[in-house]
């Protein structure tokens, strides 16, 4: 793995609700090496997203609450910082991408003053500093007429375009570290296809890592180097992409790509995993997966498994695995 | 096709008019001429992207709205020529599952009376033992468990179990099926799909099955029916349009689907087409797609290709369809 540019370590997370505490996230660790893409991949509810808000110190609190764990970014852990410190690190030095791009971006301000705010708060440079700068932005997210597009509003803008628009904003102070959470999910798979282009090339021209938050493993085939599968708030499985897809090592891995229907075959007997993800107030003494695993033994029921690393690149947590 | 249709759409185009009476807005041709037929225990499905039409069709199909001009013929009778009664008594076999099992499940009632409106319309009375027989079917065992309480207590796939149960209450022979797994997990999507196919197994029911995500079609459907931009630009039986498609775009929609196999994503030839879809109230002159199409020649803009069989059960819709490469996304 390249030198590592953010290292979560043992990262907990709880949503303290009306019925009881919910353990969002449970004991999470995932590093990201500088120029690499890394997927995070689950089902709803598997802590994926919340996992990244509590990188980004975003938690809502209340209901929200980190509860340990430390997230290095080059050197510092980022769960020290004051709330200006981090807001310095927020947009500056990581940037990022949300799903829907209409409740990020403001509807009553144009693209240039969008972006420049972005420019305004981090760096320092003239009015007409900034509107160059603006302009070469979408330029290289590749907006046609892009002296056109800054004074237009998000309204008058394709779901494409203003992906694009997200994406500039995302880069425009040249952050080592993107976020993606979902970023291609509300868009037509062509349009998809055409940002997820646009995300790999931008990101090796930066020489920026990508942290790429899915439920698409299709997604992640195309883009990931590195993946970190989750299941009920934890990571279940880590492993290089095309070891994941190859030889995938844990049980719900292997029946999440079984149960995966393909553009590129047939299947006449469909298979399905059985069951359904547990209830996180109420969190299993054993393996959270353990009701819909056909591996299962006695001590799944009794104990959670721990990681078993395979190699500095790869791990599992099952305590019957394949190996 | 040996058999009589279940449903035939004969060039239905549906148009909405949007603004006021002086609105300089232009109409929205939401579907344009588009005709095809299901078999009896067929799956066609509708493919296609946002705006191209295909949820319009469904709707038309049910009776949701009505088509501008066009007929929709379902087993044998055109639903709007009928009269009141004998339409009723035909749409008992005409059922619609929808995208979102929260919105299509009423919020105050139980799974018992969700499940029993069906055979209380129809005029039977003793439901009770087949609002449990139907539970049973769709895989919520023991159903005793599950009758008395309300949509809100289950998750998105149990919801769409129900709504599965009510459209199979009344012996359906066809049944829209719009986005039906779109919101549901992975995991979920499969045990869902899975009871559908093995629910037409059993009762030779037919599914208009519409849906963006191409992986789900090809193993659902046995027939394909490609939309842009409200018109059919090509259809054929599945393995066909999935080894052999023909218009450029169902090959660039192909090619845009990712696969869940790295070392494919990376091999596989991409066709990333320019720009977004136009929007349906300014379509293109010419053929829709002239705009985004990486073959497109003069002509294209100029006249609009006709849906031409290239085989006799694979019609085509493009001038050039012979110069698109049928292999591009593998």
């Known amino acids: 793995m390249a030198e590592a540019l953010l290292v979560v370590e043992g990262l907990n997370t709880v949503l303290n609700t009306s019925e009881g505490t919910v353990r969002a996230v449970t004991d999470v660790s995932v590093e990201i090496g500088k120029g690499e893409i890394v997927g995070i991949v689950g089902e709803s509810g598997c802590g994926k997203s919340m996992t990244v808000m509590s990188i980004m110190g975003l938690v809502p609190s209340p209901p929200g609450e980190v509860t340990g764990g430390r997230v290095m970014f080059d050197g510092t852990d980022l769960r020290t910082l004051s709330g200006a410190e981090m807001q310095k690190t927020r947009g500056r030095r990581i940037g990022m991408i949300f799903q829907d791009p209409m409740t990020f971006l403001n509807p009553v301000l144009t693209i240039e003053s969008q972006i420049s705010e972005m420019l305004r708060h981090h760096l320092n440079l003239t009015k007409a500093e900034r509107r160059e700068r603006v302009i070469d932005l979408l330029r290289r997210v590749r907006i046609p007429d892009p002296a056109r597009v800054v004074a237009s509003y998000p309204h008058q803008l394709s779901g494409g375009m203003r992906q694009r628009i997200l994406i500039a904003t995302a880069i425009s102070c040249d952050p080592e570290l993107i976020i993606a959470d979902e970023p291609t999910t509300a868009l037509d798979v062509t349009v998809q296809a055409q940002i997820l282009e646009l995300l790999k090339e931008i990101i090796h021209d930066m020489g920026s890592s990508l942290l790429l938050i899915t439920h698409d493993l299709g997604v992640v085939a195309e883009t990931c180097d590195r993946v970190y599968v989750m299941y009920a708030g934890k990571v279940v499985e880590e492993a290089p992409v095309d070891e994941l897809f190859r030889t995938p090592k844990h049980p719900y891995t292997q029946g999440l790509l079984a149960s995966i229907l393909r553009a590129d075959e047939r299947r006449d007997e469909l298979y399905a995993l059985d069951g359904t993800v547990p209830n996180l107030v109420d969190v299993p003494v054993g393996c959270a997966f353990v009701d819909r695993c056909a591996k299962a033994t006695a001590i799944c029921e009794t104990a959670g498994p721990g990681w078993t690393r395979n190699s500095d690149v790869s791990g599992v947590a099952c305590w019957n695995y394949e190996t | 096709m040996t058999t009589a249709p279940i449903l035939s759409v004969e060039s ?98 139980t799974v018992r009376q969700i499940l029993s409106q069906p055979f209380r319309v129809a005029g039977i009375s003793n439901w009770e033992p087949r609002v449990l027989d139907l539970l049973r079917v769709v895989g919520m065992t023991p159903p005793e468990r599950f009758v008395n309480r309300m949509p809100h207590e289950f998750s998105g796939g149990q919801r769409q179990r129900i709504a599965i149960a009510r459209a199979f209450a009344l012996q359906p022979k066809l049944i829209v099926a719009d986005e039906c797994v779109s919101a549901l997990d992975v995991s979920v999507r499969a045990q869902i799909l899975k009871l559908m196919k093995r629910l037409q197994q059993e009762t030779q ?125 593998t």
């Open chain 2, 12 to 109: 239905l185009t549906k148009t909405y008019r949007s603004g006021g009476l002086f609105s300089t807005t232009p109409p929205v041709q939401a579907v344009a001429g588009v005709s095809f037929d299901i078999a009896p225990g067929e799956t066609l499905a509708l493919v296609g992207e946002s705006g191209c039409g295909k949820s319009t069709i469904g709707r038309v199909i049910m009776n949701l709205t009505d088509p501008t001009s066009g007929h929709v013929v379902f087993d044998g009778s055109d639903l709007a020529t009928l009269d009141a009664k004998a339409a009723l008594e035909t749409k008992t076999h005409l059922q619609m599952i929808f995208q979102d099992p929260f919105g299509s499940l009423n919020p105050r009632k």
């Open chain 2, 205 to 329: 029911v037919s599914y208009l099955f519409i849906s963006h995500d191409l992986g789900v079609v090809r193993s659902m459907a046995h027939r394909v029916a490609v939309m842009y931009l409200g018109r059919l630009v090509e259809i054929g039986p599945v393995e066909q349009i999935f080894n052999a498609p023909a218009h450029p775009y169902t090959q660039a929609l192909l090619s845009a689907s990712p696969v869940p196999d790295p070392e494919r994503e990376r091999t596989k030839r991409r066709i990333i087409l320019r720009g977004d879809i136009p929007s349906p109230s300014r379509p293109p002159s010419g053929c829709r797609f002239h705009t985004r199409c990486p073959i497109a020649r003069p002509l294209c803009s100029e006249r609009e290709p006709i849906l031409e069989a290239r085989s006799a059960d694979h019609p085509v819709a493009c001038h050039f369809s012979d110069l698109a490469k049928a292999d591009a996304w």
